[in-house]
């Protein structure tokens, strides 16, 4: 499950890629192909390729280990990218291989899907001052720092202008840069506005110095944070800016003293050419890209027009990594439970044999930082076969809390309330849930909503928050994995309803 501020980033920077295929599901018009069996039953021998067998197959013992192990702290909390959530990635590829599962992504089991990751390479890292033919080197992270918000390789030697606070009206009276950096004392309140301001006024670069009387914190208390972000590097969502980041180094007062003394006064004036040339060289590790998977497995339908709907169950892998103290952010609940409920699935799946439609399962990765992983298959959605999706259950968090609640969305009152909802509210009971409550408030807060995006009607079942969600202490000794076995049940059945015919608009 995202946090709020994730979601919102997410949603504001989504265009919605729309491949619409509205269709039966959508006016929860799906038929059922028979009657379920009665929960509790003894199930001693259950008959081989049945629902029964498929829910027989579902174990709380599998999703205890299951979890135990990808919510460990040698995975470190699984964030993106890291080189554990792909350590959890192959884990997920062997099983489904094992189990008989076909790749369901172009290239294989993994769906890749490119970040932009900006990394600072430290050593190749430099800035100096020339005055006179004469070079001075200036010390990273002790004269000059970067910020981690507008790293950009670059290398530009120039001349160095005043530009006092580089206000619009101080700029206007500097005049045209020409290619130079603009020197600018940081009263702590500029964001891009002031990069767009400089560009304008034909500078090619800036470097910052804290004014005296400057908000918010000094450049000393900012700078460890920043520089452990430099080090460590930090993903986005690529950006579909185009225009690059102005090179700009912010300078320590000894550094800014140095500077300003081939002014030969420390209080130079509007417009004033510093004696020298400045050069700043910024260089990144790797190409500023990371590749993230998504974990797809095919479990092809056996009618030859129905395999062509496939039914897609989803849940994401991901977490939030480690606490800036070294906790692990285990994520035993977010999302242990969905991830090692979709194991069982696979499981119930390999059990049950080929039903008439395709079945595809996605394990998602990026969700925590924004619905990243979702957004990208969104964005180039791809099925084997060119199968078309008709379905999407998501399953997020469904671990804790009661034995016998679980919320679903969208609901009655919800504008994308479909087919698939009335379905597991019917069948809900039937697992021990006498009555799903609302996650309407959840809608856009996992991956289902970029399915939704799709036009495919989704339904997402979570379980609610508790009080370690997001914490370090969403532990596996507190999860239910019986109640999670019976959750994974209920999908089942509800893959087991949706056999019947075409859901697809006939044309
Ligand atoms: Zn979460």
């Avoid at 797809?296 to 849940?315: K, R």
């Avoid at 399962?361 to 969104?378: F, P, Y």
């Amino acid at each position: 499950m995202a946090s709020m501020n994730q979601w919102i980033a997410a949603t504001l920077l989504i265009g919605a890629a729309a491949t619409a295929s509205a269709h039966a599901l959508g006016g929860g018009a799906a038929r059922s192909t028979g009657d379920a069996a009665a929960v509790g039953a003894p199930l001693a021998a259950p008959a081989p390729r049945s629902l029964e067998a498929a829910l027989a197959a579902v174990s709380p013992d599998h999703i205890r280990n299951d979890i135990d192990y990808l919510a460990s702290d040698e995975l470190a909390g699984r964030d993106t990218p890291s080189r554990e959530q792909r350590i959890a990635a192959r884990f997920l590829r062997h099983r489904v291989q094992r189990l008989g599962f076909a790749p369901g992504a172009k290239d294989g089991y993994f769906f890749q899907y490119p970040l932009d990751f900006k990394q600072l390479d430290e050593a190749k890292t430099k800035a100096w001052i020339d005055t006179d033919g004469e070079r001075t080197e200036l010390a990273f992270a002790k004269e000059f720092f970067l910020s981690p918000r507008s790293l950009a390789a670059t290398r530009l030697e120039a001349g160095v202008v005043f530009c006092g606070t580089g206000s619009k009206e101080e700029l206007a009276k500097v005049g045209p840069l020409n290619g130079r950096y603009a020197l600018v004392m940081d009263k702590g309140d500029f964001g891009r506005r002031l990069d767009n301001a400089l560009r304008e006024a034909g500078a090619a670069g800036s470097l910052m110095t804290r004014a005296s009387d400057a908000r918010g914190p000094a450049y000393e208390e900012i700078f460890p944070q920043q520089l452990e972000s430099l080090r460590r590097g930090s993903p986005a969502w690529p950006s579909a800016e185009t225009t690059p980041a102005l090179p700009r180094a912010y300078l320590t007062k000894e550094c800014a003293a140095k500077l300003l003394a081939s002014f030969g006064s420390s209080d130079p004036a509007l417009g004033d050419e510093l004696d020298c040339k400045f050069g700043l060289e910024v260089a990144l590790q790797g190409d500023g890209k990371v590749w993230c998977e998504n974990v797809c497995a095919f479990w092809p339908g056996s009618d030859p027009v129905l395999a062509q709907e496939t039914i897609i169950v989803s849940a994401h892998y991901d977490h939030l990594g480690i606490a800036g103290d070294g906790r692990v952010f285990n994520g035993a609940d977010d999302n242990g439970s969905g991830t090692c409920g979709l194991l069982a699935l696979a499981e119930a799946l390999a059990a049950r044999g080929p039903l008439s439609r395709s079945v595809v399962l996605i394990w998602v990765s990026g969700e925590e930082k924004g619905l990243w992983g979702s957004q990208a298959w969104a964005a180039n959605p791809w099925l084997p076969n060119g199968a078309k999706a008709v379905a999407d259950i998501n399953i997020d968090m469904i671990g804790r809390n009661k034995p016998d609640s679980l919320l679903i969305t969208p609901t009655k009152s919800h504008d994308a309330y479909n087919g698939l909802v009335k379905i597991a509210d019917r069948l809900a009971p039937q697992e021990g849930f006498p009555k799903l409550g609302s996650a309407d408030d959840y809608w856009s807060r996992s991956d289902h909503a970029m399915f939704a995006r799709l036009g495919i009607p989704v339904t997402f079942l979570f379980a609610d928050l508790h009080e370690d969600y997001h914490r370090v202490t969403d532990d596996p000794e507190k999860i239910d994995c019986d109640k999670i076995a019976r959750v994974v049940r209920l999908v089942m059945r509800m893959i087991e309803e949706l056999q019947g015919p075409s859901l697809l608009p006939q044309s």
